[in-house]
């Protein structure tokens, strides 16, 4: 699918393709116990509460211990700011990471706690994919009433406490992160996590499908952006963990959200998914940070994005339909 983009002045290209090595271990210091969530279905994932066990008693509640390790960033096989001209083999050290993109129901209590209020609400408007038939090639409007709260606007029905977040900046979940004492993971991070130890690499227009062709990820099937025949079985976003999880057990690091990263963006994008930063009346010269992941409205017609080493560019003020996050601890105390 085509979405978010930002003009972006052409740099050389940073990354790369897709091996990974893995240390088998962590260490002792870092073994802390937490419980990881019965998901991994469409039955589970839809009994879900949205709140880890022990949440807010302890610092690695509903997360992952990822343990050192070296892989390759990127892809060779994929689109241009995907190739890797840095080193073949990237060091990453150990860390926790959300098993989950960080749900509705994690965010609300973060809002409850402290009274933020995300950018969507301060600004008044967001992203908001809005196809036109009369305009088959604008599908991003500037919207007011879409926010963390209502993302399917004022009239719409209310998000589930098991659906990741969304229309938050990045700014946004920095507050949020912060707030636990965790942070955002940087690009290798994310990619590290997400490639899980596979040494192989995913071609462009490869979707994730088992061996029977059911998809295995949240992501646009049919022809973006008008027909979609929800093989996947939701039509938007889905909530959290209703597919199988990786090799580090982790859900939805390919589809469903695109999720933020701390890692500036640079290298060449051929604004494949729409520039909706257009719509604003102003031109920004905000910062981009990359977006890992791909999501729901990825499709093999207009974005393969639904790959571990996809990455895209995003104003890191500006919410959206298709966006939320996860976030990271480097040290436990």
């Known amino acids: 699918m085509k979405w978010v983009c930002i003009l972006v002045s052409l740099i050389s290209l940073s990354l790369v393709t897709g091996c990974s090595k893995v240390k088998p271990a962590a260490t002792q210091s870092h073994r802390q116990n937490s419980t990881l969530a019965p998901l991994g279905s469409l039955q589970q994932c839809q009994q879900y509460s949205g709140l880890p066990e022990a949440w807010q008693n302890s610092k690695t509640a509903g997360m992952v211990w990822i ?8 892809s060779n096989l994929a689109y241009p700011d995907e190739l890797n001209f840095g080193k073949p083999q990237r060091q990453v050290k150990g860390f926790w990471i959300d098993q989950t993109e960080v749900t509705v129901a994690q965010f609300s209590s973060f809002v409850k706690a402290t009274g933020y209020i995300t950018d969507a609400e301060k600004q008044k408007q967001a992203a908001v994919f809005s196809p036109d038939v009369n305009n088959p090639k604008q599908w991003w409007q500037l919207k007011s009433d879409y926010t963390w709260k209502t993302p399917n606007g004022a009239q719409g029905q209310p998000p589930l ?70 093989e996947d079985h939701f039509q938007s976003v889905a909530p959290v963990g209703c597919y199988a999880s990786n090799a580090f057990k982790l859900f939805d690091m390919i589809g469903n959200v695109w999720e933020w990263t701390s890692s500036a963006y640079h290298g ?24 890992k992941g791909g999501s729901f409205l990825c499709a093999s017609n207009f974005c393969a994005r639904y790959r571990n080493s996809s990455r895209y560019p995003q104003e890191f003020d500006l919410a959206a339909t298709h966006v939320g996050f996860r976030t990271i601890l480097r040290t436990v105390e």
Do not use: C, I
Not at 67 to 74: I, R, V
């Open 67 to 74: 343990p050192e390790g070296s892989f390759q960033l990127g």
């Open 161 to 230: 406490p098991s659906e990741p977040v969304r229309y938050v900046t990045k700014n946004d979940a920095e507050h949020y992160a912060v707030w636990l004492g965790r942070d955002l993971p940087t690009e290798q991070e994310w990619e590290y996590a997400a490639k899980a130890g596979s040494k192989s690499d995913t071609p462009l227009h490869q979707a994730p499908q088992d061996t029977h062709q059911h998809p295995q990820a949240n992501y646009w099937q049919g022809e973006f952006p008008f027909d979609n025949t929800v």
């Open 268 to 291: 060449a994008h051929d604004q494949h998914m729409g520039n909706y930063a257009e719509l604003r009346q102003q031109n920004s010269t905000a910062t981009q940070y990359v977006l």
